[in-house]
């Protein structure tokens, strides 16, 4: 046990900068490893060994000496890791909540099984996903918008199915992704500038986009030039992997269906909403689908539908479907934009836009129609397995001013803060956390010289706050999905949206709606603490393997006793982990564990950092 002399202070911080050079050793030989043969390469070892040597200046962290006498020593035999086994190589794709074979069983009424479905405690599978054969780290932004290697989702049904669509194409040993949709086979850039033509999506108020029924998420993709950030989703379905697909492009993107459940963002999120024959019966259920986009949609935003039903009186016979199915389809879309108080601002061709109005209190044709139905719940954000409801939801009078457009929005003021609308955080607060992550990711850096270099495309904040984390890293390079957790003490992902950022509520007590190997860095601040004595944290922790790619990173933030349980059964999941502290000394009691995901494959060896 240390005592705090003048002495020890000056040992701790030898520790500290000892602890600091061998992290960045460590992330040197992974960054080297990485870029030199996607982690399964013999012409590097050499050079990692040679590495290895000069950089191995500290062995496995002690606790005992890092944090003096906060720690006891522990027995040999209880720190030994549980190790978690690989699971069969069937389950490469596994989405435990979209699981098919559960999927069959439910209702097929609405896209109730294609819904999220999870499975119960003794049919977990507490086992580690493998990444399929010859799996490669995917190609770095923007090359991965149009080139997937082939092993890393090896499905080329569509390539068939869609391929005078021009969605995806077979070359060689990787897809290529030309850019073209059902609706838009010449390309989604040409059809970006026919939307482009009503909405001004170039000048920074048109930031949050949602695609529904995304396909690979090319709309999505060509939207990121614009600085147009869409949250696609789609179900898991027989378009096999295509939201797999979308991720691996480095696309925002969820597995998710339009069905009987309340999508799973905040109201008055997005700026503007997109179907491109997605498939939806928008006039259906009473308008109901229409309605749940109204409740995301913020106020001034614009919903845009092409496909059939659109101008069906020119189109009919090339849909191959009656004129009269057509015509009733649209006049039910066109009755329910009206009690929603939409205004239709284009119709041109197979595409039509309407723009949802800034005051809807002022709307005449919503105050004259009897049949409009106001939502009953006083919030409009409580969506988690909640039912979608045939109602409208009211906008409130929100008097924190207008939003301002992207990217001065990032830091401003958020209307909801500005407001008072989020219990217990004020403007200053709100600038206070800004700074704060500010600090935190600077010091990220500083351990991890990767971290805004572009190997990390898909970035999660499971535990997201306010979006600080997401704002101080924010680049071109990256993007972040800010996971705000059900169980939060404040629902601060209304926030984030008015920040220009992307989120989704989640229990972490159940699996993420993702394929494995979708993000290249996960980030965990205070989850554990959040969580605990509510799920096992084991279950939480597979899933993040899960989700993670081979040699992906993670960042957890937690308080130290907290940590070292997490190390502890990390050491059974073919991770390499190392300890540091907070960034203003070993006093605090908050630390990082940084940890890196080994490269594994089914059937295969893994190869070690360490």
Known sequence: MAKTSSADGRTRSSVQIVIVVGLCCFFYILGAWQRSGFGKGDSIALEITKTNAECDIVPNLSFDSHHGGEVGEIDEAESKPKAFKP????????????????????????????????????????????????YVTPFPWPKSRDYVPFANAPYKSLTVEKAIQNWIQYEGNVFKFPGGGTQFPQGADKYINQIASVIPITNGTVRTALDTGCGVASWGAYLWSRNVIAMSFAPRDNHEAQVQFALERGVPAVIGVLGSIKLPYPSRAFDMAHCSRCLIPWGANNGIYMMEVDRVLRPGGYWVLSGPPINWKVNYKAWQRPKEDLEEEQRKIEETAKKLCWVKRSEKAEIAIWQKVVDSESCQRRQDDDSVEFCKSSDADDVWYKKMEACITPSPKVSGGN????????????????????????????QDDNKKWKKHVNA??????????????????????????????????????????????????????????????????????????????????????????????????????????????????????????????????????KMVDHEDGPLVPEKVLIAVKQYWVTGGNSTSTQ
């Open 87 to 134: 699971c069969a190589a069937r389950y490469t794709d596994y989405t435990p909540c979209q699981h098919q074979k559960r999927a069959m069983t439910f209702p097929r009424e609405n896209m109730i099984y294609r819904e999220r479905h999870c499975p119960r405690e003794e049919e977990k599978l507490k086992c580690m996903i493998p990444a399929p054969k010859g």
């Open 403 to 430: 939003l301002k457009p992207f990217p001065s929005r990032l830091y401003a003021i958020p209307p909801r803060i500005a407001s008072g609308s989020v219990p217990g955080v004020s403007s200053e607060t709100y």
């Open 444 to 577: 990220y850096k500083r351990i991890n010289r990767l971290l805004d270099s572009g190997r990390y495309r898909n970035i999660m904040d499971m535990n997201a706050g306010l979006g600080s984390f997401a704002a101080a890293i924010h680049s071109s390079k990256l993007w972040v999905m800010n996971v705000v957790p059900t169980i939060a003490e404040t629902n601060t992902l209304g926030v984030i949206y008015e920040r220009g950022l992307i989120g989704i509520y989640h229990d972490w007590c159940e699996a993420f709606s993702t394929y494995p190997r979708t993000y290249d860095l996960i980030h965990a601040p205070g989850l554990f603490s959040l969580y605990k004595d509510k799920c096992n944290a084991e279950d939480i922790l597979l899933e993040m393997d899960r989700i993670l790619r081979p040699e992906g990173a993670v960042i957890f933030r937690d308080e130290v006793d907290v940590l070292i349980k997490v190390k502890k059964i990390v050491g059974g999941m073919r991770w390499d982990t």
